[in-house]
């Protein structure tokens, strides 16, 4: 026994220290990456919060190491009415760009499931939206949506029918958005289910049939649910991305008319840039990334998916 624990010993301390050397390594391999990592974002979102704290001007040099009311910004968003409305028109655009595209994603992934070649062959047709550039596809709405070269209003005004001004008309602006935004992004959607889909196993599926379940039963009692962490993680993505949205606003709206299209961060932009007060600007920034990371925390653990894992 003695002569089996004194081989034992070394051989132990031999892989302890094997098992030291191969973690050092690892950190040195990963360190170049983390320190580029904390360089391109940490440090900017460290100096974003600092900035936030500030009455930074481009105007007024001066004022950017100013701490004498560091809070100063934060209470002027709790009164300012454009921010307000802002986050007003921020929750519509999420809101309905989120569900339709959760709702057309998963509608023709379900479609595309279906053992069709045709169905196979077209897969790749409903991708297009997502990998056009985002500047390419608000070029191709900016077309649609202006009624002396738009093909859409051309074939309203040949059956007689009219059709609003949708990107300067008040009561359009918003939903001219968001269905441009849903057709650009729901394919997204679409692929993440459908990879969900073909991992569901053809056991669960034949089961329920068996069972007496029709296709409808069958889609709503066992494959929606068994892929429940996959539709929660799309949708987390398009809420984030939703929050993010600029490019479709930027150059087919501008924000307006007046503020109907005028989101958070579409108000930060224009803090920032087209009247230079960066500290209001970044003020506005650090809200939105605090309430987006508390929607996302409140959206995870009222689906109970958190608690699932």
Not at 76 to 92: G, I, M
Not at 249 to 267: A, F, K, Q, R
Request: glycine share 4%; charged share 10%; with cysteine.
């Amino acid at each position: 026994m003695s002569l089996v624990l004194r081989f034992a010993a070394p051989r132990a301390a031999a892989a302890a220290s094997q098992a030291r050397q191969r973690r050092r390594f690892l950190t040195w391999c990963l360190a170049p990456s983390l320190a580029v990592l904390f360089v391109i974002t940490l440090a900017p979102m460290v100096y974003l919060v600092v900035v936030s704290f500030t009455p930074l001007n481009l105007t007024n040099p001066a004022t950017a190491w100013r701490f004498d009311q560091p809070l100063l910004n934060y209470r002027l968003l709790l009164s300012d009415e454009r921010f307000l409305n802002s986050l007003w028109v921020q929750a519509k655009l999420s809101f309905w760009t989120v569900g339709l595209q959760l709702a057309i994603g998963v509608g023709f992934a379900l479609l595309l499931n279906l053992r069709s070649g045709l169905l196979r062959a077209l897969r790749t047709v409903f991708l297009v939206p997502m990998v056009l550039p985002p500047i390419v596809v608000a070029i191709i709405w900016k077309v649609l949506y202006t009624p002396d070269i738009s093909p859409v209003y051309w074939t309203f005004k040949a059956l007689g029918l009219s059709l609003p001004a949708l990107i300067t008309d008040p009561n359009w602006a918003l939903p001219a958005i968001i269905a441009a935004d849903t057709w650009e992004w729901f394919p997204l959607t679409m692929l993440m289910v459908l990879a969900a889909l073909q991992t569901v196993p053809e056991e669960l599926a034949d089961a329920a049939r068996v069972d007496g379940a029709n296709s409808w039963q069958t889609t709503a009692h066992v494959l929606l649910p068994y892929i429940r962490g996959t539709l929660m993680v799309a949708g987390l993505f398009r809420l984030i991305d939703s929050i993010k949205a600029f490019p479709l606003i930027y150059l087919l709206t501008d924000g307006g008319p007046g503020s109907v299209t005028e989101v958070t961060n579409y108000y930060a932009f224009e803090q920032a840039f087209n009247f230079s007060y960066l500290g209001f600007s970044s003020a506005i920034t650090v809200v939105l990334v605090a309430a987006t990371l508390l929607l996302s925390w409140v959206v995870v653990h009222m689906t109970g998916w958190g608690a699932a894992e």
